[in-house]
Each structure stands twice: as C-alpha cells, then as structure tokens.
C-alpha cells in the first residue's frame, strides 16, 4: 500500500530534480501531480488538500524559484509533512498504574481482531510482559477456538470458559487474571456494526466492568473512507484510544489515510 504511494510521489518529484531553477507554474505541476498520487490512492480530498497547500506555504517559504536544487527542496518538504500527518510521537500502550491492565479489541467483523489480539499478547511478552487473552464472542462459531489455537501457537496464555455472555467472560477473566497474575489482559470482542445498538451496549458494559487502559479499533485497511465514519461513531460511544489497521499488505491503496482526519491516535 505505502510503497505503490511512496513510487508515485518519488516518480514525480525526481522529474525536477535535476533542473537548477523552478518556475511556480512548474511547481503547480509537480504539486498537481502528487495530489493526484494521493487521491488515486484514496487518501481522503481533505487531508490531501492539507497536505498540497502546506507543501506549497513551505516552498513559497524556501523561495524554491531561486533554489539550486528545487527537486531536494521539494523532497525534503515532502517528507516532513508525510512524517507530520502520520504522526511524529511514538506513543506506547498505557501500561501504567496497578495491573492487571486491560485492553479491549473492537471493530467490524472480519477486520482481524482476533489474529491482531493473539499478535499484540505475543509483542508484550516478547517485551517482559505476562499478557492473557480472551475471547468475548460467543456468537461467531468457532471464534473461542480460533483465538486459543493462535494465541497458544504464539505462546501466550489464553483464558477459556464456556459462558454464552460476553459480559460475564469479561467479568470471570479480570478475576482469575487478578489470581494467576498475568498483568494485561487482552479482550478479543465480537465484531459489529455501530448500529447494532445491543452490541455497542455489550462494548459499554465491558468497559465499565474492567475499565480497561486502552481501546483499539481495529480495522481492514482495504476498508476505505466509511472507516471515518466508523471509528467516529464508535468513538462516540467508546472513547477510543487508539487504532490498528490490518491487512495493510493486501492493497496497493492508501485508504488507511482516512482515518487520521479522526483519530487523536494511531497505535502502536
């Protein structure tokens, strides 16, 4: 996805890099030309439009007209607003205070919760953790087993009871976690639409049970824009903290860019 993006804008940036002088209707060109990179790659009009003009506020500044090497300019610019709109500030999970700390995974079905919640239990034990896992899906079949054979490939323990109530899996992992002192617990909810209000009112009563550190949307990358959308509306009701996009290897479009006009935070 990143590197289809990253080819356009070099293509069009090392077209001027060899002249000594750039007149302003060439920079509209080069200009036009990355805007169109981005939209192609359905990063949202927005944020491109954000993008394009603080370029050109940037290189207006540098007075690129009389630089020797307007193509470097440009490329330095570039790259610092890319940097900017990603994020310049790596923030780490908030892991802080008395343990056990709990972590929830919410999301559309299919986005990959599950695969992400056995992923993310294994970078914290790698990291001196002692993380376990939960499934709160007891309407997918199958999705308690799935999450206990990734999560014990990925050597990480994973919290198994047979209750229909996602509520009280919650309730019964907080405690036994709090027993066995595992210091994270992950849990793995059920996919849903933010319109499926008994749902969202599952994700709210979760959340009031275990007060969790952090909650992490989880979402396909090849979504599109409608992930704004999405991740506003369970915002709304979840206070999110953080997203994880999935599947970033599957599309050769940027669709994931979306989803900053929204979130303070990307993760992690």
């Given at each position: 996805?990143?590197?289809?993006?990253?080819?356009?804008?070099?293509?069009?940036?090392?077209?001027?890099?060899?002249?000594?002088?750039l007149?302003?209707?060439?920079?509209?060109?080069?200009?036009r030309?990355?805007?169109l990179?981005?939209l192609?790659?359905?990063?949202?009009?927005?944020?491109?439009?954000?993008?394009?003009?603080k370029?050109?506020?940037?290189?207006?500044g540098?007075?690129?007209?009389?630089s020797?090497?307007?193509?470097?300019?440009?490329?330095?610019?570039?790259?610092?607003?890319?940097?900017?709109?990603?994020?310049?500030?790596?923030e780490?999970?908030?892991?802080?205070?008395?343990?056990?700390f709990?972590?929830m995974?919410?999301?559309?079905?299919?986005?990959?919760k599950?695969?992400?919640?056995?992923?993310?239990?294994?970078?914290?034990?790698?990291?001196?953790?002692?993380?376990?896992?939960?499934?709160?899906?007891?309407y997918?079949?199958?999705?308690?087993?799935?999450?206990?054979?990734?999560?014990?490939?990925?050597?990480?323990?994973?919290?198994?009871?047979?209750?229909?109530?996602?509520?009280?899996t919650?309730?019964?992992?907080?405690?036994?976690?709090?027993?066995?002192?595992?210091?994270v617990?992950?849990?793995?909810?059920?996919?849903?639409?933010?319109?499926?209000?008994?749902?969202?009112?599952?994700?709210?009563?979760?959340?009031?049970?275990?007060?969790?550190?952090?909650?992490?949307?989880?979402?396909?990358?090849?979504?599109?824009?409608?992930a704004?959308?999405?991740?506003?509306?369970?915002?709304?009701?979840?206070?999110?903290?953080?997203?994880i996009?999935?599947?970033?290897?599957?599309?050769?479009?940027?669709?994931?860019?979306?989803?900053?006009?929204?979130?303070?935070?990307?993760?992690?």
């Open positions: 996805m990143f590197s289809s993006l990253s080819d356009k804008i070099n293509s069009t940036i090392r077209k001027v890099k060899g002249r000594g002088r007149t302003a209707q060439e920079l509209d060109e080069v200009l030309e990355i805007k990179s981005l192609e790659a359905d990063v949202h009009y927005k944020v491109t439009k954000s993008f394009i003009n370029i050109r506020e940037k290189t207006i540098k007075e690129i007209e009389k020797l090497s307007p193509g470097e300019v440009i490329s330095s610019i570039v790259y610092e607003e890319m940097v900017h709109i990603l994020g310049e500030k790596n780490a999970l908030n892991l802080s205070g008395n343990p056990p709990t972590i995974m919410v999301g559309l079905q299919g986005s990959g599950t695969t992400t919640t056995a992923k993310l239990a294994h970078l914290l034990r790698t990291k001196g953790r002692n993380p376990i896992v939960a499934s709160c899906d007891p997918r079949p199958a999705a308690k087993e799935q999450l206990s054979i990734i999560a014990k490939k990925a050597n990480v323990a994973v919290f198994e009871d047979d209750s229909s109530s996602a509520v009280d919650a309730k019964a992992c907080l405690k036994f976690a709090k027993q066995e002192g595992k210091d617990i992950i849990l793995d909810t059920a996919g849903r639409l933010h319109i499926e209000e008994d749902l969202m009112q599952e994700l709210e009563e979760i959340k009031k049970i275990t007060s969790p550190k952090e909650i992490l949307f989880v979402a396909d990358a090849m979504m599109g824009q409608e704004v959308n999405i991740a506003s509306e369970f915002n709304s009701r979840l206070n999110l903290s953080g997203a996009f999935t599947k970033i290897d599957g599309d050769a479009r940027g669709r994931s860019g979306a989803l900053h006009q929204k979130c303070d935070r990307t993760s992690h």
